[in-house]
């Protein structure tokens, strides 16, 4: 994900990009495992997963509450 490209003004975009990271997460596609090989420092443990997801999903809590109807 390129945080550069960021939707700051957009938060419905910005909400399902948060949406998707948590997603990523708990499945286990991020960090990706190719990535993981070259550098095992990425490794997450089944509570780093949870911790990461979980700040992922307040993030996308918080967002709704700021997209307009």
Do not use: C
């Amino acid at each position: 994900m390129n945080f550069s490209n960021w939707p700051h003004d957009r938060p419905r975009r910005a909400r399902k990009n948060w949406e998707n990271i948590a997603d990523e997460v708990r499945s286990g596609r991020m960090p990706m495992p190719k990535y993981v090989r070259l550098h095992s420092e990425a490794r997450l443990t089944p509570d780093d997963r949870e911790s990461l997801a979980q700040w992922a999903d307040e993030e996308a809590k918080r967002l709704k509450a700021l997209e307009k109807d």
